[in-house]
Nanobody, 121 residues
Protein backbone atom coordinates (compact mmCIF):
# COMPACT_ATOMS: atom_id res chain seq x y z
CA UNK A 1 0.00 0.00 0.00
CA UNK A 2 1.18 3.54 -0.76
CA UNK A 3 0.29 6.35 1.61
CA UNK A 4 0.03 10.06 0.86
CA UNK A 5 -0.40 12.48 3.76
CA UNK A 6 -1.65 16.02 3.27
CA UNK A 7 -3.34 18.87 5.06
CA UNK A 8 -0.54 20.35 7.08
CA UNK A 9 -0.01 24.05 7.41
CA UNK A 10 0.70 26.94 9.73
CA UNK A 11 -1.98 27.88 12.23
CA UNK A 12 -2.28 29.75 15.50
CA UNK A 13 -2.74 28.16 18.89
CA UNK A 14 -6.35 27.14 19.39
CA UNK A 15 -7.01 26.61 15.70
CA UNK A 16 -7.93 23.35 13.98
CA UNK A 17 -6.53 21.36 11.09
CA UNK A 18 -7.54 18.14 9.41
CA UNK A 19 -4.88 15.87 8.02
CA UNK A 20 -5.66 13.29 5.36
CA UNK A 21 -3.91 10.07 4.48
CA UNK A 22 -4.89 8.62 1.12
CA UNK A 23 -4.07 4.96 0.57
CA UNK A 24 -3.55 3.37 -2.81
CA UNK A 25 -2.65 -0.11 -3.92
CA UNK A 26 -4.74 -1.80 -1.27
CA UNK A 27 -7.68 -0.71 0.86
CA UNK A 28 -6.70 1.10 4.02
CA UNK A 29 -9.44 -0.80 5.85
CA UNK A 30 -7.32 -3.95 5.62
CA UNK A 31 -4.64 -2.38 7.82
CA UNK A 32 -4.28 -0.79 11.19
CA UNK A 33 -3.67 2.86 10.38
CA UNK A 34 -1.60 5.07 12.62
CA UNK A 35 -0.55 8.70 12.90
CA UNK A 36 2.85 9.63 14.25
CA UNK A 37 4.72 12.90 14.56
CA UNK A 38 8.29 14.01 14.82
CA UNK A 39 9.72 17.31 15.98
CA UNK A 40 13.30 18.43 15.31
CA UNK A 41 15.68 16.64 17.63
CA UNK A 42 13.04 14.30 18.96
CA UNK A 43 12.12 10.73 18.25
CA UNK A 44 9.06 9.87 16.22
CA UNK A 45 6.12 9.52 18.60
CA UNK A 46 2.75 7.85 18.40
CA UNK A 47 -0.29 10.09 18.04
CA UNK A 48 -3.29 7.89 17.26
CA UNK A 49 -4.40 4.66 15.68
CA UNK A 50 -7.53 3.19 14.12
CA UNK A 51 -7.89 -0.56 13.79
CA UNK A 52 -9.64 -2.59 11.10
CA UNK A 53 -12.71 -2.74 13.31
CA UNK A 54 -12.69 1.01 13.79
CA UNK A 55 -11.46 1.08 17.36
CA UNK A 56 -9.30 4.08 18.12
CA UNK A 57 -6.50 4.88 20.52
CA UNK A 58 -4.72 8.13 21.32
CA UNK A 59 -1.62 9.37 22.99
CA UNK A 60 -2.40 11.12 26.26
CA UNK A 61 -1.01 14.36 24.88
CA UNK A 62 -3.72 14.59 22.20
CA UNK A 63 -6.62 12.76 23.84
CA UNK A 64 -9.76 14.87 23.75
CA UNK A 65 -8.35 17.19 21.09
CA UNK A 66 -7.58 14.90 18.15
CA UNK A 67 -9.92 12.47 16.41
CA UNK A 68 -8.93 9.78 13.95
CA UNK A 69 -11.47 8.49 11.46
CA UNK A 70 -11.62 6.54 8.24
CA UNK A 71 -13.67 6.83 5.06
CA UNK A 72 -13.48 3.39 3.50
CA UNK A 73 -15.19 4.52 0.32
CA UNK A 74 -12.40 7.05 -0.24
CA UNK A 75 -9.65 4.83 1.15
CA UNK A 76 -8.63 7.75 3.32
CA UNK A 77 -7.85 8.17 7.00
CA UNK A 78 -8.24 11.53 8.68
CA UNK A 79 -6.80 13.16 11.75
CA UNK A 80 -8.94 16.03 12.98
CA UNK A 81 -6.82 18.22 15.25
CA UNK A 82 -8.59 20.78 17.42
CA UNK A 83 -7.33 23.19 20.05
CA UNK A 84 -3.86 23.01 18.61
CA UNK A 85 -0.93 23.95 20.81
CA UNK A 86 2.59 25.08 19.90
CA UNK A 87 3.88 21.74 21.21
CA UNK A 88 1.87 20.00 18.48
CA UNK A 89 4.29 21.46 15.92
CA UNK A 90 5.86 18.54 14.05
CA UNK A 91 5.95 16.61 10.82
CA UNK A 92 3.00 14.26 10.90
CA UNK A 93 3.19 10.84 9.27
CA UNK A 94 0.54 8.29 8.53
CA UNK A 95 1.49 4.64 8.59
CA UNK A 96 -0.02 1.19 8.17
CA UNK A 97 0.59 -2.17 9.75
CA UNK A 98 -0.93 -5.54 9.05
CA UNK A 99 -2.61 -6.08 12.39
CA UNK A 100 -0.65 -5.03 15.46
CA UNK A 101 -2.14 -2.94 18.27
CA UNK A 102 1.35 -1.82 19.21
CA UNK A 103 2.03 1.92 19.15
CA UNK A 104 5.70 1.40 18.33
CA UNK A 105 6.74 2.89 14.98
CA UNK A 106 8.77 -0.27 14.39
CA UNK A 107 5.72 -2.45 13.76
CA UNK A 108 4.39 -0.22 11.02
CA UNK A 109 5.29 -1.50 7.58
CA UNK A 110 4.27 1.37 5.34
CA UNK A 111 4.77 5.11 5.76
CA UNK A 112 3.61 8.24 4.01
CA UNK A 113 5.95 11.12 3.29
CA UNK A 114 4.87 13.38 6.14
CA UNK A 115 3.11 16.72 6.29
CA UNK A 116 4.32 19.67 8.37
CA UNK A 117 2.11 21.22 11.02
CA UNK A 118 3.30 24.46 12.60
CA UNK A 119 1.38 26.00 15.48
CA UNK A 120 2.33 29.51 16.51
CA UNK A 121 1.60 30.97 19.91
Amino acid sequence: VQLQASGGGTVQAGDSLRLSCAASGRASSTYFMGWFRQSPGKEREFVSRISRSGSTYYADSVKGRFTVSEDNAKNTVYLQMNSLKPEDTAVYYCAANRGSYSISPGVYDYWGQGTLVTVSS
